[in-house]
Structures are given as C-alpha cells and as structure tokens.
C-alpha cells in the first residue's frame, strides 16, 4: 500500500508532465467533492471552532454565514475539512497557495535543505548569497531592460509601502495617483492607495496623505456608461483625460506627481480586466511628465494568468513591480518591490526592516519561480475551458451580469438583472454558500462578484468539476 503523502507527491509530479486527469484512488474515493455533513452545521466539528475562533481571534474578513469552512488539510487542489468534508479548491487561499496544497513537492524540498544551513540572516544589515541569488532572477526576468534592484519584505502590503516611501524619496514629488476599485493593502499607507470597498476604511482616519483616486476603466461598471467590451478605446480615452484635463490641470501639477499605482488586474475589485490598450496608453501620458508607474503584481502575479507577470499582457515595463502572496510558494511568506535601479534609496537607514531577505524564504521564492515558469503553458491551456465554460453564462442566467478574465484569474459578476447592471450581492453570497455546500470553495470579490482562481497544478479534469458545481450552484440559487 502507497503511504498517502508520497502518492499525493508523486501525484504532484506527474501532473506536471501529463495533459490528462489523475484519478486518485484512495481508500474508495475517486477524484470528486465529498460533502458528508453540512458545513458550519450546528454540533459539528466546524461550528465548535468558528465559536472558538469568535472568542480568541480578532475580527478580520471572516463570514461564518457564508463560508463556514475550517480547514484542516490540504492535498493537491483539495481542502478538507475538520469534519472529514472534501472540497475543490478555487481560491489558491487568496492567491497565495497557486502551487497546492500543502505545497509543492519540489518547494517543500528546497525549504527543508535550507533549513539544515540557515533560516533567518538578518538580510538587511549582514549579507547572505540568497536574497542576491533572488534579486538577480527577478531583475532578469521581470519587464524592462533596465538594471534593477530589489527590496525584500514580508507580504504585500509593506510590498507596495516600500514602493511608495521609494518612489517619493527618489523623485521629490509627494503625490501618487490609484484607481477606484483598487486594492493595495490595509496598513496606513497601502490603506491610502485602496479603494475598494469603503469598510476597509470605517474609522480609522486619517491614513497617508497625498493620494488621489481616478475611475478604472472597468469595461462592465464606469461613470461614463461605455460598453467597454464594445468601444475599449472610447473608455481608455475617457479615463485619460479625466488624468490630464481634471487632476494634472486642475488639481495637482504633474511635476509633483511621483507616480501611478495600479494592479494590471483590479482583485479585490471584482477581478477586473481592463482594455488591452489601457496600460500602453497611460504609460505614454505619465512618461510625457515624468511620473512613475507601479505594477501591484501581489494577486495576479507568479504565473496566474499565463504569464509570470500581469502586466506582460499589456506590453508595459514599468519602473517599481510589487510581489507578495504566492511569491513564497504557498508556504513562506514573502514579499518583493522590483524597480529601476536608479531609484534606489539615497542612503541606508531610509528604509529597512527586520525580514527582509529571510534566507529561508528568498530559497523558496526562487523555487517558486522555476515552478511558476515549468506551469505557464498548462494555465494557457486551462484558459480555454474557463472561456468555452464560463461565457455562456451570461446568456443562460439573467442574474450573471459579467464574465471575466485572463488565464486562470476569472470573475463573475451578479447583478439584480442585466438592464439595470445594478449589483446583487446577495445572489453572489449564495452562489458563494451553495458552492460550498456543493464542495467548490470560492471566494467573493468587488461588490457583488466572484473570484475563480485555483492552483495552478489543476488538471482539465479538475477544472471541468469546479465549473460544472459552480453553474450547477447558480442554478440552484436561480431556481
């Protein structure tokens, strides 16, 4: 008999070179959702520890309600439970786990030969190989043939706080520039830069000046009501000259703009994909006065939609990248801010930290990238069933308003119906809920989608189960 952890390895390992299903058989169950009790039922396992985690934990984005789920365990793209139940996995845990679950073998492997030489180096006042080792690879492999440098941190957020401080410091201009819908972080600065949702926000001013808010060209929801899909150049132009002939002539002078922050794929907002001209277009207006741009790679970054770098799609290098979630590998936490080398800090001790360039982590990003780099024709592959899948739900369900999406990042919107486009949150939560009790794990996004983005070790097999559960819970909830 196959001990379960070296068949769940040795599952991992094929996977990469075969383009067909696995079935794994053990112990009777073949290669399918197993819901045994209700999630979060009352006297089940799960409800015990959501009451526990109520009374211990602080309050965070949590919604028994909704996804009352208690993980304990993790095989591949399946989740189970604390009460046995088996799940398919759309969430990556947020993005951060695109390798499975508990993580990927050859990962696992590297993290454990490092930790038999170091873990933690104190990198930001001694020197140790590996953070170079992972600076050089990024700088290689990231856009723009420029030289570069990096900042290494610990997620997202102090990512994009690192690239701030940065861009502010080696400019002398004060002002940045994000998009609505935009989600950065939740400390005080990445808090500045969200727009979001406006809960992330209850409270707890004042967050860090100096940051002003333009509309996204959302092709599906923007204040001019273009049909983006349709007239993507009319959008584009619409949201540039609101830049140019409102906030750089009205507002703000240019010159004391440092940058333009924004995700290539708004996550948080609703998984929103803007015109492919979009970026090209904004990077000539900015370039014309000397702002910056940063690319928030943080959710859509490490091979999610295709490429190792959203904004490859677009055909843009700009000068700071931010990277965190799965840039760890699903295991470490890690983060990075990439960026032209001349912008670097202009002496030490304007910005550092305690974890940056934690040997043990910067060994697993750069296993995590040679993983990423072995994935991104499968993700191209999957894309296709997501299209072949997915797009005809918008004709089939009055509810779905939206279809979205690039490689294996996709986004559903509900609506209360496709005249009015006016949002239905209460539909997503219960697609979200019904879902899980069908044994899908999803995730909302924006105000009234939701996000599809499982690893990206999934087989077509996998993918067609997720999908059909997904529309089989949307036509329950329509019914």
């Given at each position: 008999?196959?001990?379960?952890?070296y068949?769940?390895?040795y599952?991992?390992?094929v996977?990469?070179?075969?383009?067909a299903?696995?079935?794994i058989?053990?112990g009777?169950?073949?290669?399918?959702?197993?819901?045994?009790?209700?999630?979060?039922?009352?006297g089940?396992k799960?409800?015990?520890?959501?009451?526990?985690?109520?009374k211990?934990?602080?309050?965070?984005t949590?919604?028994?309600e909704?996804?009352?789920?208690v993980?304990?365990?993790?095989?591949?793209?399946?989740?189970?439970?604390?009460d046995?139940?088996?799940?398919?996995?759309?969430?990556?845990?947020?993005?951060?786990?695109?390798?499975?679950y508990?993580?990927?073998?050859?990962?696992k492997k590297?993290?454990?030969?490092?930790?038999?030489?170091?873990?933690?180096?104190?990198?930001?006042?001694?020197y140790?190989?590996?953070?170079?080792?992972?600076?050089k690879?990024?700088?290689?492999?990231?856009p723009?043939?420029?030289p570069?440098?990096?900042?290494?941190s610990?997620?997202?957020?102090?990512?994009?706080?690192?690239?701030?401080?940065?861009?502010?410091?080696?400019?002398g201009?004060?002002?940045i520039?994000a998009?609505?819908?935009?989600?950065?972080?939740?400390?005080?600065g990445?808090?500045?830069l969200?727009?979001?949702?406006?809960v992330?926000?209850?409270g707890v001013?004042?967050?860090m000046?100096g940051?002003?808010h333009v509309?996204?060209?959302?092709?599906?929801?923007n204040?001019w009501?273009i049909?983006?899909?349709e007239?993507?150049?009319?959008l584009?132009?619409?949201?540039?000259?609101?830049?140019?002939?409102?906030?750089?002539?009205?507002?703000?002078?240019?010159?004391?703009?440092?940058?333009?922050?924004s995700?290539?794929?708004?996550?948080?907002g609703?998984?929103?994909?803007?015109?492919?001209?979009?970026?090209?277009?904004?990077?000539?207006?900015?370039?014309?006065y000397g702002?910056?741009?940063?690319?928030?790679e943080?959710?859509?970054?490490?091979?999610?939609?295709?490429?190792?770098?959203?904004?490859e799609?677009?055909n843009?290098a700009?000068?700071?990248?931010?990277?965190?979630?799965?840039?760890?590998?699903?295991?470490?936490?890690?983060?990075a801010?990439?960026y032209?080398?001349e912008l670097?800090?202009?002496?030490?001790?304007i910005?550092?930290?305690t974890?940056?360039?934690?040997?043990?982590?910067?060994?697993?990003?750069?296993?995590?990238i040679?993983?990423a780099?072995?994935?991104?024709?499968?993700?191209?592959?999957?894309?296709k069933?997501?299209?072949?899948?997915?797009?005809?739900?918008?004709?089939?369900?009055e509810?779905?308003?939206?279809?979205?999406?690039?490689?294996?990042?996709?986004?559903?919107?509900f609506?209360?119906?496709?005249?009015?486009?006016?949002p239905?949150?209460?539909?997503?939560?219960?697609?979200v809920?019904?879902?899980?009790e069908?044994?899908?794990?999803?995730?909302?996004?924006?105000?009234?989608?939701?996000?599809?983005?499982p690893?990206l070790?999934?087989?077509?097999?996998?993918?067609k189960?997720?999908l059909?559960?997904?529309e089989?819970?949307i036509?329950?909830?329509?019914?």
């Amino acid at each position: 008999m196959i001990n379960t952890p070296y068949l769940y390895e040795y599952a991992y390992r094929v996977r990469r070179y075969i383009n067909a299903s696995i079935l794994i058989n053990h112990g009777g169950l073949l290669l399918k959702p197993l819901i045994t009790a209700k999630p979060g039922s009352s006297g089940s396992k799960a409800r015990y520890w959501i009451e526990e985690h109520t009374k211990y934990v602080a309050t965070t984005t949590h919604d028994p309600e909704i996804l009352p789920l208690v993980i304990e365990r993790g095989e591949g793209v399946w989740i189970y439970d604390v009460d046995g139940n088996k799940y398919l996995d759309f969430t990556s845990s947020i993005g951060v786990c695109n390798f499975g679950y508990p993580t990927h073998p050859e990962i696992k492997k590297a993290i454990i030969e490092q930790l038999d030489r170091i873990a933690h180096a104190a990198g930001t006042d001694f020197y140790n190989p590996y953070q170079v080792m992972l600076a050089k690879k990024l700088a290689s492999v990231s856009p723009g043939d420029f030289p570069k440098k990096v900042f290494f941190s610990n997620s997202g957020t102090e990512a994009n706080e690192a690239a701030v401080k940065l861009v502010r410091q080696a400019t002398g201009r004060k002002f940045i520039i994000a998009f609505y819908g935009g989600f950065h972080g939740r400390t005080m600065g990445s808090l500045a830069l969200t727009a979001s949702k406006s809960v992330q926000k209850k409270g707890v001013f004042p967050w860090m000046p100096g940051v002003i808010h333009v509309p996204y060209p959302n092709p599906y929801r923007n204040p001019w009501h273009i049909d983006g899909y349709e007239n993507p150049g009319e959008l584009v132009n619409r949201v540039l000259e609101f830049i140019e002939e409102y906030v750089f002539d009205k507002l703000i002078p240019p010159e004391e703009v440092a940058a333009v922050v924004s995700e290539p794929i708004q996550g948080e907002g609703g998984y929103v994909v803007p015109p492919r001209v979009f970026f090209t277009e904004l990077k000539k207006l900015i370039d014309k006065y000397g702002v910056l741009f940063i690319d928030d790679e943080v959710q859509m970054g490490i091979g999610r939609t295709g490429k190792l770098f959203a904004i490859e799609h677009f055909n843009v290098a700009p000068e700071v990248i931010t990277l965190a979630k799965a840039f760890g590998g699903g295991a470490i936490p890690i983060g990075a801010t990439i960026y032209r080398s001349e912008l670097d800090f202009k002496q030490p001790g304007i910005h550092s930290n305690t974890f940056g360039g934690h040997a043990l982590a910067c060994i697993a990003a750069l296993k995590t990238i040679e993983v990423a780099e072995s994935l991104l024709h499968r993700v191209v592959e999957l894309e296709k069933i997501f299209i072949e899948k997915l797009s005809p739900l918008r004709e089939k369900y009055e509810k779905v308003g939206d279809v979205r999406g690039i490689g294996l990042a996709w986004g559903v919107e509900f609506v209360v119906d496709k005249k009015s486009k006016r949002p239905d949150p209460t539909t997503r939560n219960k697609v979200v809920k019904t879902a899980l009790e069908n044994g899908l794990v999803l995730l909302p996004c924006g105000k009234s989608s939701v996000r599809l983005i499982p690893p990206l070790i999934i087989t077509e097999e996998e993918v067609k189960i997720g999908l059909e559960i997904f529309e089989k819970s949307i036509r329950e909830v329509s019914s």
